[in-house]
């Protein structure tokens, strides 16, 4: 149980192309998820928090409008990378909080490879 | 800012080795999650510690949280190629009650 799914796995396309991707939780609801950004070698970066029905709440330093959020219902939020530009290549991982769960873990899909030309 | 500090950053053991990795704080935690990530893929959660002096067991993996609860080891039991990945700790965020921020991780190698 407790399955994030993230699609696409990997991605590469032309500077200034926006990119979405997207972040399902298959067998529970989440009305929290989280995006996160790993560089090679690094550990991971939380992004933003993404709020079912609600707008994200994003950590300091990061463009909410360069990084689009939408948490349109219980078991999807997508990011959407705009007009991206090469330093926005990154390993992107989005995880889902199971409020049923003991200590309502986070569960990670397993990332997004996204290379910009 | 709570920060973790996971050393040390890369170990490089032979199979049937014993080792310990560490996750250290100046601050006060509620609880720690370890994780272990491989390449390529998310990082899939092993254990919650939410009690100081607690130890739990996951087969061959003793995680250990610190009585102040500003610590917390790994330790691994005659390693196997198959634990090979980067181990990170994390715990509560400032950035809200459900946030986590993450250690730097330990980069584990067991060769055969």
């Known amino acids: 149980g407790a399955v994030v799914s993230q699609h696409p796995s990997w991605v590469i396309c032309k500077s200034g192309t926006s990119v979405k991707i997207e972040c399902r939780s298959l067998?529970?609801?989440?009305?929290?998820m989280f995006w996160y950004r790993q560089f090679p070698k690094q550990s991971l970066m939380l992004m933003a928090t993404?709020?079912?029905?609600?707008?994200?709440?994003?950590e300091q330093g990061v463009e909410k409008d360069k990084f689009l959020i939408n948490h349109a219902s219980l078991t999807l939020s997508t990011l959407t990378v705009t007009s991206a530009h090469p330093e926005d290549s990154s390993f992107y991982i989005c995880?889902?909080?199971?409020?049923?769960?003991?200590?309502?873990?986070?569960?990670f899909g397993d990332g997004t490879r996204l290379s910009i030309l | 800012t709570q920060l973790l500090e996971q050393s040390p950053q890369f170990l490089s053991i032979q199979e049937g080795e014993n080792l310990t990795v560490y996750c250290n704080s100046s601050?006060?935690?509620?609880?720690l999650q370890w994780y272990r990530q491989e390449p390529g893929e998310g990082p899939v959660l092993l254990v919650t510690?939410?009690?100081?002096?607690e130890v739990k067991k996951l087969k061959r993996l003793t995680f250990q949280f610190g009585d102040a609860r500003k610590d917390s080891s790994l330790h691994i039991t005659a390693a196997q190629p198959g634990d090979t990945g980067l181990y990170l700790c994390?715990?509560?965020?400032?950035?809200?009650?459900?946030?986590?921020?993450f250690g730097k991780g330990t980069m584990l190698l067991v060769s055969p």
């Open positions: 995880s889902a909080r199971d409020e049923t769960g003991d200590y309502q873990p986070q569960h």
């Open positions: 067998d529970f609801q989440a009305t929290t």
């Open positions: 993404s709020n079912e029905g609600s707008k994200a709440t994003y």
């Open positions: 601050s006060v935690f509620s609880s």
């Open positions: 510690v939410v009690t100081g002096g």
């Open positions: 994390a715990g509560p965020g400032n950035s809200g009650y459900s946030t986590l921020t």
